[in-house]
């Protein structure tokens, strides 16, 4: 394995992003966030990516910001603020990447971990991953977005008692809670990470990226707002030559360019 503290491999169309630092669980130092941010952007740029697996090396996904990455000098709440900046940057790229994401969490994925985790579209969960907002434990406030997505998927009542608490959640409570849409044995989790995102590779990406940006945005959007958002992004369908092509197909009794007929989940 490379000595880089993150990997970035494909498989058939699917890119899989790996952090890895197993010997610190994973933790997100300065260069492994840098290294992160060019592995988004890459998997952005190539059009022959269709999707994207983010996962860990050594049995864990992430353990959060690394606490001992403090070799800069300076004001702590500007040091603080300035990092933080960084990285909402990157992982807003991440969630608003228009390809789908899929997490695929082993062992740890806790504090920034868990929020990065949360940044893709759809999580699967080995049976041994342990997932946690252990931010108050440590003394610091939920961060990387994890206040907005959270209330998103659990409900904002369950989200309070995850954050508050600060405790572990064992892959079947998240499973039962829609915190992850799968649980699968360690040893079968990158296999089924990968293939869940080849289901995409047929899929007409620029379509499912805008209909991405604007569910991304459903819970803040008026009814009004997201109709306009609808009716414009439904124009630039109608006029790519993959609609054209799926409209020739459907008349003509073919098979389609992209099933989409199987559950994900």
Same mark, same amino acid.
């Given at each position: 394995?490379?000595?880089?503290?993150? !990997?970035?491999?494909?498989?058939?169309?699917?890119?899989?992003?790996?952090?890895?630092?197993?010997?610190?669980?994973?933790?997100?130092? +300065?260069?492994?966030?840098? !290294?992160?941010?060019?592995?988004?952007?890459?998997?952005?740029?190539?059009?022959?990516?269709?999707?994207?697996?983010?996962?860990?090396?050594?049995?864990?996904?992430?353990?959060?910001?690394?606490?001992?990455?403090?070799? &800069?000098?300076?004001?702590?709440?500007? !040091?603080?603020? #300035?990092?933080?900046?960084?990285?909402?940057?990157?992982?807003?790229?991440?969630?608003?990447?228009? &390809?789908?994401?899929?997490?695929? @969490?082993?062992?740890?994925?806790?504090?920034?971990?868990?929020?990065?985790?949360?940044?893709?579209?759809? @999580?699967?969960?080995?049976?041994?991953?342990?997932?946690?907002?252990?931010?108050?434990?440590?003394?610091?406030?939920?961060?990387?977005?994890?206040?907005?997505? !959270?209330?998103?998927?659990?409900?904002?009542?369950?989200?309070?008692? @995850?954050?508050?608490?600060?405790? #572990?959640?064992?892959?079947? +409570?998240?499973?039962?809670?829609?915190?992850?849409?799968?649980?699968?044995?360690?040893?079968?989790?990158?296999?089924?990470?990968? #293939?869940?995102?080849?289901?995409?590779? #047929?899929?007409?990406?620029?379509?499912?990226?805008?209909?991405?940006? @604007?569910?991304?945005?459903?819970? +803040?959007?008026?009814?009004?707002?997201?109709?306009?958002? +609808?009716?414009?992004?439904?124009?630039?369908?109608?006029?790519?030559?993959?609609?054209?092509?799926?409209?020739?197909?459907?008349?003509? &009794?073919?098979?389609?360019?992209?099933?989409?007929?199987?559950?994900?989940?």
């Amino acid at each position: 394995m490379s000595d880089s503290k993150i !990997l970035f491999e494909k498989d058939g169309k699917t890119a899989v992003i790996i952090l890895n630092r197993p010997q610190r669980r994973n933790a997100l130092d +300065e260069e492994s966030r840098q !290294l992160l941010a060019a592995a988004i952007e890459t998997a952005r740029e190539d059009a022959s990516i269709a999707s994207v697996v983010l996962t860990g090396a050594g049995g864990h996904f992430c353990s959060g910001a690394d606490l001992g990455d403090d070799g &800069k000098e300076g004001e702590i709440p500007l !040091l603080v603020r #300035d990092a933080l900046l960084d990285a909402h940057r990157w992982h807003a790229e991440l969630m608003d990447l228009e &390809k789908p994401v899929i997490s695929a @969490i082993d062992g740890f994925a806790v504090g920034a971990g868990l929020s990065l985790a949360l940044g893709a579209d759809f @999580i699967v969960a080995s049976d041994r991953a342990r997932l946690a907002s252990n931010f108050p434990r440590i003394g610091f406030a939920p961060d990387l977005g994890l206040m907005y997505i !959270l209330p998103r998927l659990v409900g904002l009542v369950r989200a309070r008692e @995850i954050v508050f608490s600060a405790r #572990d959640i064992l892959a079947d +409570e998240a499973l039962s809670i829609g915190l992850v849409q799968a649980v699968v044995p360690a040893e079968r989790l990158r296999e089924t990470a990968v #293939d869940y995102a080849r289901r995409f590779d #047929d899929a007409p990406t620029h379509v499912l990226g805008m209909a991405k940006g @604007i569910l991304n945005h459903t819970f +803040e959007t008026d009814r009004h707002a997201m109709a306009q958002l +609808e009716t414009a992004v439904q124009g630039i369908c109608a006029a790519s030559s993959y609609n054209a092509e799926a409209i020739r197909r459907f008349f003509a &009794k073919e098979p389609p360019l992209y099933g989409g007929a199987q559950r994900l989940f």
